[in-house]
């Protein structure tokens, strides 16, 4: 996939000043977070993990990996979202605020991830690196949503991951990480790792199936509103794989799930034609295309296990 050139949208006068000035991208502060919240609700599924990540720890928070900024418009009002940091994210309708979001991210550390639906990384990254740059890795995804769980014959280990299934997890963590950028985050930064595991673990935000010790499945809630839970981390032990296990796990977790929320959603790489298989058959249906920029060789995954 290659990024296409983007038409130059003249986004008028853009300040990090006063909320006064047209499209302003300001941080965010507490006391703000019923506002943004109200503001991520309009669509739930493309802002689950911001909207997650605020209400657990707060617009402020080390947590967060990144800090919080608004896009506002002349009269104060909030026209986007972002999240910039080690994953930088962005919600806004508005070419302005894209604009806005980009030329602030230029003046910050660089993260390691960005991503988000396809035409707006796209237009991001343009203004990002004015088209001198080619990012490092870039991963087309698709997003799907389940709406109702298939049917499926429940699995009776299936259950939530404790404090001593950790290093079970981490490890199989790691494994999908490597797969997916390279890089072995049990390397590069063995403890946080091993700190956001624990603490989703401790969320009950881990579910595990596992007998003789040994991990046949599993599956992380990277993100959880009331409108919507956000799944990552989906493994099947390779010598249970096309056995309907997967099928049957992922079903099972559905149920229990959408008793507390509206709709459950996730990522498939975009190539991964027998992974979409699987999740058509669970019932999962395409949303929109979503692009994933790596920015360094340092990377150490996406959102999820990050």
């Known amino acids: 996939m290659a990024f296409t050139t983007q038409q130059e ?74 999240l910039l940091g080690h994953a930088t994210l962005i919600e806004t309708e508005s070419a302005h605020c894209i604009k806005a979001f980009a030329d602030l991210a230029k003046h910050r550390a660089p993260g390691h991830l960005i991503r988000g639906e396809q035409h707006k990384i796209e237009s991001f990254w343009n203004y990002f690196t004015a088209g001198n740059q080619k990012p490092r890795l870039l991963c087309g995804e698709l997003l799907l949503q389940l709406k109702a769980p298939s049917l499926a014959a429940p699995i009776a280990g299936l259950r939530l991951a404790t404090d001593a299934d950790l290093e079970t997890v981490v490890n199989v963590n790691a494994s999908l990480v490597c797969d997916e950028s390279g890089i072995n985050p049990l390397l590069r930064d063995p403890q946080g790792f091993r700190e956001r595991a624990a603490r989703r673990i401790r969320k009950g935000r881990v579910w595990v199936w596992i007998e003789n010790q040994q991990l046949l499945y599993k599956t992380d809630i990277v993100a959880d509103t009331p409108e919507t839970i956000y799944l990552e981390g989906v493994y099947v032990h390779p010598e249970h794989r096309k056995q309907g296990y997967g099928l049957r796990c992922i079903s099972q977790l559905a149920v229990a799930l959408l008793n507390r929320t509206k709709t459950i959603c996730l990522t498939v790489n975009e190539k991964a034609a027998g992974t979409q298989r699987f999740y058509k058959r669970a019932g999962y249906e395409f949303v929109s295309r979503y692009d994933s920029i790596y920015l360094d060789s340092q990377t150490e995954s996406s959102i999820s296990v990050a």
Do not use: Q, W
């Open 9 to 82: 949208i003249s986004p008028g006068s853009i300040s990090f000043g006063s909320i006064r000035e047209p499209h302003c991208a300001l941080p965010l502060t507490a006391g703000e977070e019923g506002e943004v919240l109200t503001f991520l609700a309009v669509r739930p599924l493309h802002t689950v993990f911001m909207a997650s990540l605020i209400r657990d720890n707060g617009i402020i928070s080390d947590l967060n990996r990144g800090s919080f900024y608004g896009c506002r418009n002349k009269n104060g009002e909030l026209k986007g979202v972002a």
